[in-house]
């Protein structure tokens, strides 16, 4: 890896961020952060394949999503040996432009059915590449463990927590938006593809967009999330929506949903109406544990990113149908810290309504929000100003555990966990 070296377009392009910035600095001292890192495209093959990740679809296939600087042929070989030979399947391959920069072939190809709790080998392109990935799919049924970290950019931190996350054995990454930091360099979200590809080509990643996703230009490039949409398909079309901006999903006995903080909310748009269809399919026999990711948190006692309408808009708007539903666990992002509450609804403790985590601590460029309000609220249960990533546990029907691991000395050290109780096994909680 090394050190990206601006050119005078990059220049130009966070000049303009700085007048046009969707991310404003707030009220608080961000320490001197880790030197971000520069991941070079391999200069090899032009058909290479590169930025491999994979993403759940349905309950038993997966999309393989993979980048070359040429076009070939969107296919994928896969089959339980490591020959990989086995079964094919093909798929679409597009591309963007953004101002000056074109993006190389994106290949996205769906496999399956798959069996559960089981390695895959696979090859793509065709004639297929000489290098053999592989993949293990999510259990069908409890347990399931997953891992969670927001925000998480490109930078000596980002290592450390990929390094660590690497190492906690999970079964699929839920990321609540801020991937790449690219802020319009798009050569950025190469290197981040390469810098994720060793855990996101064997583990799925299943993402929602934040701020950085956005991406609009005035005048210059007015259309937003081109690159996100264009590199990460998640399956919305599988879950009913009509955006790649949200959408759901089922695996084991969890059903999650990705919300998307920049895109409309209220209650005349198509997001909220989704959600609203979405929460009512729900079975929870079948999935007894919810789990709602959003980028922009509803409750945060740090001082940075207080009263954006994306927090407390959304949440005037969307909080109803969460406690109605009897939502588990609400994961966000945005600031750079991390912090747990208790159940809370409407700004006050309720057994009955969801826990609010914020972990957008995951090595992002910008350093952490070292600041909070003070006194503590009595709503929140922890907070610390360290980068991290969380893991989540579900156990069965009715226990899950939760493990937020700080990586400050580049150990992935236990700083806070707690058992939870799933309010489908509450009988209080029963509607």
Known sequence: MMVQRMSMLGFLFLLIIGIFEFDAVYSYNRPPPRQTL?????????????????????QNKMRISWITKSPTSAKVWFGPS????????????????????????????????????????????????????NFKTPPSQLPIKFAVVGDLGQTGWTRSTLDHVDKSNYDMLLLPGDLSYADVIQNLWDSFGGLVEPLASQRP?????????????????????????????MPFEESGSNSNLYYSFDVAGVHVIMLGSYTQFDSSSPQYSWL???????????TPWILVLIH????????AHQGEPESVQMKASMEDLLYQARV???????????ERFTRVYKDKPNNCAPVHITIGDGGNREGLATRYRNPMPSISMFREASFGHGVLEVVNASHAQ??????????????????????????SCKQ
């Open 38 to 58: 520069f991941v070079p495209n391999a200069d090899q093959d032009s058909q290479m394949p590169q930025q491999v990740h994979i993403s759940q679809v349905g």
């Open 82 to 133: 490591p020959s990989a030979n086995a079964l094919s399947a093909t798929g679409t391959t597009s591309s963007y432009r953004y101002v000056l920069y074109k993006s190389g072939e994106i290949h996205d190809v769906v496999i399956g059915p798959l069996n559960p709790n089981s390695i895959y080998y696979y090859r793509l392109g065709d004639p297929p590449s000489s290098q053999t990935y």
């Open 205 to 233: 990643w299943m993402v929602t967009q934040g701020n950085h996703e956005v991406e609009k230009i005035p005048v210059i490039h007015q259309t937003p999330f081109t690159a996100y949409n264009s590199r990460w398909h």
């Open 276 to 286: 609203q269809s979405d929460l009512r399919k729900v079975n929870r026999r079948n």
């Open 296 to 303: 922009a948190p509803w409750y945060n006692s740090n001082t």
């Open 328 to 338: 588990d666990v609400v994961f966000a992002g945005h600031v750079h810290a991390y």
């Open 402 to 427: 939760w493990t937020w691991h700080r990586n400050d000395n580049d150990e992935a050290i236990v700083s806070d966990s707690i058992w939870l109780t799933s309010l489908s096994s509450n009988p």
